[in-house]
């Protein structure tokens, strides 16, 4: 008997990104993203102008990912969205339609936690990847995040550390801002990093017991660097980008890999997936995969679609959660600081 298709609307409004995505079962029929460019103008995402984007959009993402998938409305089983952690105003906007939607055509509701999902974007059924097997170790990196997560089964996760201040992702915006480069500058990083010596310049790496992470002495050891060489250059970062942004991006690699190595070490777990904003980044990537060669680990890492924050992960979630039965009541609650 052949099996009846679930069909899951995922919704993302979590930070400055409107996304909207349909699986049929485990597998991707659209995954459509409006971003917003305004934030580029004030160096990060201003709240307010954020949610105020989330309303104009969410109606014609939402029409755009079920027109896509080639569906109508009432073929669908569920709809899932984030429930946060993020921007309280923007998670508003997601909540709110999801509920409304779910309601007017009578089908379950499923709240979903941003930064599982971020992991559980690992199990979207794509040709040529490869799913992690429990348990595995999952390392968060992103502009709001920076965590290592012991992953049991799909809603079994233990955060073994976190950072305790700025996000790798904060690290590298305001090293870039110290560097006059725009928002986000962590792409713009991770390109001249490839061009330059990533020994040119040392930089200390801050000194954190166990698997938690710091990124606040960096920024500001970054800081104090160029202020004191631009007092005895005035041209120094200009004539030196490359080589600063190389140096930059290789500490900032060594910490992520130092933990990850304790973490190994502490749980005798080799598998490895990452996910977040800045598992784009290439010189974390390449440094996975020499990892494989050099410990013996085996190393996930998502299709670059899924590193952003992107609807799909909400889906996969939400697909996981309806084979559970597990459904959200109507009157749950956005939450800016919700846990794993």
């Keep these: 008997m052949k099996k009846e298709n679930i069909y899951i609307l995922g919704i993302e409004s979590s930070c400055d990104d409107t996304s909207a995505a349909i699986l049929c079962n485990d597998q991707i029929l659209s995954n459509i993203v409006a971003d917003q460019k305004i934030h580029t103008e004030y ?34 089983s569920a709809v899932a969205f984030t429930r946060g952690p ?29 930064m599982q999902a971020h992991i559980l974007a690992h199990f979207i059924d794509e040709k040529d990847h490869k799913k992690p097997p429990f348990p595995f170790l999952a390392m968060t990196i992103s502009g709001g995040h920076t965590q290592i997560v012991k992953v049991t089964n799909h809603f079994k996760m233990e955060v073994l ?14 090293s870039g801002k110290v560097l006059g480069l725009g928002y986000p500058a962590g792409p713009e990083i991770d390109r001249r990093a490839q061009l330059g010596d990533p ?11 166990g698997l938690n992470f710091s990124f606040s002495g960096l920024k500001t050891a970054i800081l104090y660097f160029v202020q004191r060489e631009v007092k005895a250059n005035p041209n120094f970062v200009e004539e030196n980008l490359n080589d600063i942004c190389a140096s930059i991006q290789y500490t900032i690699i060594g910490i992520l890999m130092d933990k990850l190595k304790l973490a190994v070490k502490q749980t005798g777990i080799k598998h490895i997936a990452i996910g977040g904003g800045v598992s ?10 020499d990892a494989e060669q050099k410990f013996g680990w085996t190393t996930y ?3 670059f679609e899924y590193t952003t924050d992107n609807a799909a992960m909400i889906a996969i979630v939400g697909y996981l959660k309806y084979l559970e039965n597990d459904f959200s009541d109507f009157d749950v609650m956005a939450t800016a600081r919700l846990k794993i």
């Design 86 to 114: 993020g921007l309280m105003g923007s998670l508003l906007v997601g909540t709110s339609f999801a509920k409304s939607l779910a309601y007017g055509l009578d089908i379950p509701l499923i709240d979903v936690n941003h």
């Design 199 to 209: 020994k040119a310049y040392q930089f200390t790496k801050p000194k954190v017991d």
């Design 301 to 303: 890492i998502p299709k």
């Design 161 to 174: 550390g976190e950072t305790i201040d700025d996000a790798v992702g904060e690290a590298y915006d305001k």
């Design 43 to 76: 160096g990060g995402v201003v709240p307010e102008l954020a949610s105020r984007a989330h309303q104009q959009n969410i109606v014609p993402v939402v029409h755009q990912a079920i027109e896509k998938a080639g569906i109508s409305k009432e073929q669908l």
């Design 280 to 289: 784009a980044n290439s010189g974390i990537r390449k440094a996975l995969k």
